[in-house]
């Protein structure tokens, strides 16, 4: 971190802590601001040239001060309970239920949802009090029927509104085993559904159970409102993953975090990796519904800089973020830069390289590798997809070597193996809902 | 007479029950009809009732959209800035997608000179062509309250392209709730209707998409598409969930479980439904309603089982006939049990009776055998003895007349009556009864005149003429004994079937009555109770003759009287077919 281009940013960070504070209550301390970090992977660069360059904006949530001065939740559990679910899915999704609304009390709103063909609202939204009384109505919860998708997220939802509040977490948190067959069942309808809940500050989290639901519709859906998507094989997993979810659920500091990003003296997006974003012109925004308890958020821009002369300096962009921090229930905005150098010296160039920052970029880059392959496979060019993970493969390879990584070595193995799998050509449709859910979990850095 | 009372009975049971049936039948299908059409009414009252409540959602859409356009053309000062209608498009839940047109046609929003971002890019692609002429946004417009204003579906260039006010009925319920949860804006409301204004529903991406425009005092035009995901969603939401299947279902009474209730888009896809039927996809909806503008070409559907109530009138009305079947049949059954029972006492009298008279029979033979071998000894010297035999011989004949009228009423009841043929001279067995009854009619002061001209010789039964007489004569002694006088005729004539021979006994008593004559042969019938006082009979005397007579082939009847009328009683004609040779067995 001792490099050059930090000075500026620390002294950028110090200034905005500082202006921040000063706005603040007196006496509030610190450790209740999220850290913004801009980190360019490269920040010596070489002169005379074009480069691509990657900058890595990433959001820390602050430490929870104790599990007692916790946001409140506003949690809708909406359970498939069609056919598919019948026998021991449906039971440890009931107990997964159950043993994840034991970790909420008094502050939090619960509201559990069931569907088939039709939706039933097992649970309204409610404080959660009578504990017994829920875990009974979610244990009289039998499978049968069809699958209602969108009108079961869409009353989680009603459910959520009737407590909806920026100073609650407000998540759906969808179990679905199957194709969406009654109502809506397009991924990109259900997409549009989760950007417009998403505005009313809900997100919506999506576990696939088993090999028969739409990978693309979840992750979808999830992707859109800012939610977590998990993939779980085996029912007896769905408690941990509920357990998780709920842990991200109550360590959640901010919400509504929007980030704009501007280039700026001639420096041109490319493209942000891993989210959902907007790029008009030299300006690309972004959001993130929710920062948690000490946890890194980041997105990767990937951006164009023109030739510049030796011992430079540029300003490459400006970020502007802002956040509703749950804890003072104050938005609260924050602002950096990240400049870039430009020298002669190779050596230099080397010696001034942001491992870390470099490392997440490549870790992003080799997942839209991912994703195209996937989409390789969907049009049916097994040898393009695999070669597509190959190449993957030995950039992460390459960049592992060069950058000492164990975690970039790992996800080098990983698309090894990918690309192995897809030459066996054996239950593409596991491979790909595994795919899917492991892409999405390293775009959206989510923790489980 | 015995076949016919249970036929009776079976009609008298059977013809109530037929005629309950048909009318509970009509009655329980008007039932079903009513019921059915109440059903429908109910139906279509519910659904109407939630194509309101969606036509509230869309004007309360509206309402919001005119307040946040007026409040973004107040904040850019009527040029819809780009950053701002981004930020508001940004902020909406509900929109997907804004455009803000010039009075002009020009389109300020998305911009032109401005870079797009990809889903304004999207917008304007798909909105080319609706864009391009914005003469749709500035037709005629009726007052949404005003009392004339109608519903108005103005069809603009291509089909699938609709604007209309909202119904107004809908538009005024909603004004004022909408008014009242948003006091505030109150200062904005007075101007609602002034600028025009509408919704537009359209056909792109394989759905119908729904846009709301709006003028502004400018002349802009401001249209927010809608974003039909989230739309379809709060619409999900306007709906009632379905009830939780299982037994603690009262928390949720006021959802009704017997019917099923569908929301289906403009592609005939289901998009909501909810209710507790279950069904077969096979069945088809008991009513369909479309909905209204904007949401025109999709439709609801109601499915529901069926009635129960039906099955139960069905039911009753089943129960109540065999109830009904059962009454009458145990008391028919009553009627007829009691009706055996009288026949069978009456049987068991008449071979009471009948066994008597065979009892009486031989003992009287003897009395008479021994009467007339004593009147043959006894010396001519001793009248009064004569006298005595003879009133002795003529009651014990009397007594064996009565015995064998008993016993031939009997035989013939039990094996029908039959005559045996002999040739013979019909007057010559008038005679003989004439002579065997002298001295009783004598002794009651009658007198028999007889006219004898049936002298031809023919085939006849001897026996049957006689009882036939015998009981004519004895009628006459017991009920005519005040005319004095008895004429018998008889004759013969050829007739085409063979010989007849008539006999006409003519009394001349107090006659019957026109009432008595209909039933005066009927077995056991004696006549008035004035004629029959203090007479002793069996009342089976005319009616075996008759029998007797039939069984010849001939008839007895009663003469209606064409004498003079100073002259009273009695006339009957007796007819036999008395052929001249050869015996013919019937």
């Not at chain 1, 946890?295 to 970020?319: G, N």
């Not at chain 2, 100073?566 to 067995?585: I, K, R």
Request: aromatic share 6%; glycine share 6%; net charge negative.
């Amino acid at each position: 971190m001792k490099t050059q281009s930090d000075k500026p940013m620390l002294r950028r960070t110090v200034r905005t802590i500082g202006f921040v504070l000063l706005s603040l209550l007196p006496g509030l301390s610190q450790a209740n601001q999220v850290n913004l970090n801009i980190n360019l992977a490269t920040p010596v660069m070489e002169a005379d040239q074009r480069h691509r360059a990657f900058i890595k904006v990433s959001l820390e949530g602050f430490k929870q001060q104790d599990q007692q001065a916790r946001i409140p939740a506003n949690v809708a559990i909406v359970l498939d309970k069609s056919g598919s679910m019948g026998g021991d899915k449906i039971q440890y999704a009931r107990e997964a239920a159950i043993m994840a609304i034991k970790r909420l009390d008094e502050r939090d709103i619960v509201s559990v949802v069931s569907y088939d063909s039709r939706v039933q609202v097992v649970v309204p939204a409610t404080q959660v009090r009578d504990q017994q009384s829920i875990y009974h109505a979610i244990r009289d919860v039998h499978a049968s029927g069809n699958t209602a998708l969108f009108a079961g997220v869409s009353k989680g939802a009603h459910e959520l509104r009737k407590f909806l509040s920026r100073n609650k977490v407000n998540r759906v948190i969808l179990l679905s085993d199957g194709l969406a067959n009654v109502g809506p069942q397009s991924a990109s309808e259900l997409g549009e559904l989760g950007a417009s809940l998403a505005k009313e500050g809900i997100s919506v989290t999506t576990i696939g159970l088993g090999l028969g639901y739409n990978e693309d519709l979840m992750t979808r859906l999830a992707g859109f409102s800012d939610g977590n998507h998990a993939f779980v094989e085996n029912a007896a997993d769905l408690a941990s993953v509920f357990q998780y979810e709920f842990g991200d659920v109550l360590s959640v500091v901010a919400q509504g975090v929007n980030i704009e990003i501007h280039c700026k003296n001639g420096v041109t997006p490319i493209r942000l990796l891993g989210r959902e974003s907007e790029i008009m012109g030299n300006r690309v925004t972004t959001r993130l519904n929710q920062l948690y308890s000490e946890q890194e958020k980041f997105v990767i821009l990937e951006v164009e800089v023109p030739k510049q002369a030796a011992e430079t300096e540029l300003e490459l962009v400006s970020v502007k973020v802002a956040y509703d921090n749950l804890f003072t229930q104050h938005q609260e905005q924050l602002t950096g830069q990240s400049m870039a150098r430009f020298s002669g010296s190779a050596q230099e160039v080397e010696a001034a390289r942001d491992d870390k920052a470099l490392e997440a970029a490549v870790e992003q880059v080799a997942n839209e590798y991912s994703r195209d392959a996937i989409e390789a496979r969907d049009s049916g060019d097994l040898a393009g997809a695999k070669k597509i993970l190959q190449d993957s493969a030995s950039y992460l390879g390459s960049q592992a070597e060069s950058l000492s990584s164990p975690r970039l070595q790992e996800q080098q193995e990983e698309a090894l193996q990918d690309a192995d799998e897809l030459e066996t050509n054996q239950d593409w449709n596991k491979q790909r809902k595994e795919l899917k859910a492991r892409q999405y979990k390293r775009a959206t850095q989510q923790t489980y | 007479m015995k076949r016919r009372t249970p036929v009776l009975l079976a009609v008298i049971i059977t013809l109530p029950l037929l005629l309950l049936a048909w009318f509970g039948v009509r009655l329980q299908l008007d039932q079903q009809q009513v019921v059915a059409h109440q059903l429908n009414n109910l139906v279509t009252s519910r659904l109407q009732n939630i194509d309101e409540q969606f036509q509230e959602h869309f004007f309360l859409l509206q309402q919001r959209f005119i307040r946040q356009a007026e409040a973004l053309q107040q904040d850019t000062a009527g040029q819809y800035s780009v950053g701002p209608v981004r930020r508001f498009i940004d902020q909406s839940a509900v929109i997907k997608q804004m455009f803000v047109l010039s009075a002009t046609g020009e389109r300020r929003f998305p911009p032109i000179d401005q870079p797009l971002n990809q889903q304004e890019q999207d917008f304007v692609e798909l909105t080319r062509k609706l864009l391009r002429e914005p003469e749709r946004f500035t037709m005629p417009v009726l007052d949404p309250v005003g009392q004339t204003a109608a519903p108005s579906e103005v069809k603009v260039g291509r089909d699938e392209l609709q604007s209309a006010q909202l119904s107004d009925s809908v538009a005024q319920k909603s004004r004022y709730s909408a008014d009242a949860a948003v006091q505030t804006l109150a200062n904005a409301a007075p101007r609602l209707p002034d600028q025009p204004h509408g919704w537009i529903a359209w056909y792109a991406e394989a759905g119908l998409q729904q846009i709301f425009w709006w003028q502004d005092s400018e002349g802009n035009t401001v249209g927010f598409a809608l974003n039909s995901a989230r739309l379809l969603s709060d619409l999900i939401n306007l709906l009632p969930s379905s009830a939780v299947a299982n037994a603690e279902a009262p928390l949720f009474s006021d959802v009704d479980t017997d019917s099923d209730i569908q929301l289906v888009n403009d592609r005939g896809e289901v998009a909501y439904r909810w209710g507790g039927q279950s069904l077969d996809s096979a069945q088809k909806p008991l009513q369909t309603l479309p909905l209204s503008h904007p949401l025109a070409s999709w439709h609801l559907a109601y499915y529901a089982a069926e009635l129960p109530a039906a099955i139960t009138g069905w039911l009753g009305l089943i129960v109540l006939l065999v109830l009904l079947a059962a009454g009458l049949s145990s008391l028919a059954y009553l009627l007829y049990r009691e009706h055996n029972r009288e026949l069978r006492i009456a049987e068991q009298r008449v071979n009471f009776v009948n066994q008597v008279s065979h009892e009486l029979k031989t003992p009287l033979t003897n009395v008479r055998l021994y009467t007339e071998m004593l009147e043959q000894e006894l010396p001519d010297d001793e009248p009064v003895a004569q006298r005595y035999l003879g009133v002795i011989s003529s009651e014990a004949g009397r007594l064996s007349r009565l015995i064998e009228n008993v016993l031939s009423f009997s035989r013939a009841k039990r094996e029908g009556v039959s005559v045996r043929y002999h040739q013979g001279v019909i007057d010559s067995v008038i005679e003989q009864v004439v002579a065997l009854f002298t001295p009783v009619l004598s002794a009651r002061h009658l007198s028999i005149r007889f006219n004898g001209q049936a002298t031809q010789l023919c085939q006849f039964d001897s026996e049957a003429l006689e009882q036939i007489l015998n009981n004519l004569l004895s009628n006459c002694e017991k009920y005519a004994a005040e005319g004095r006088f008895v004429d018998i005729n008889s004759w013969q004539a050829e007739q085409p079937d063979g010989l007849c021979s008539y006999i006409r006994v003519t009394d001349f008593g107090p006659g019957v009555s026109v009432e008595d004559a209909q039933k005066l042969f009927e077995p056991f019938y004696r006549g008035s109770d004035k004629l029959t006082e203090g007479v002793s009979g069996t009342g089976i005397g005319l009616g075996l003759a008759r029998d007797l007579a039939r069984a010849h082939r001939g008839d007895l009847v009663l003469e209606p009287r064409t004498t003079t009328p100073l002259t009273e009683g009695v006339s009957f004609l007796l007819t036999l077919a008395t052929p001249v040779n050869g015996p013919e067995n019937n």
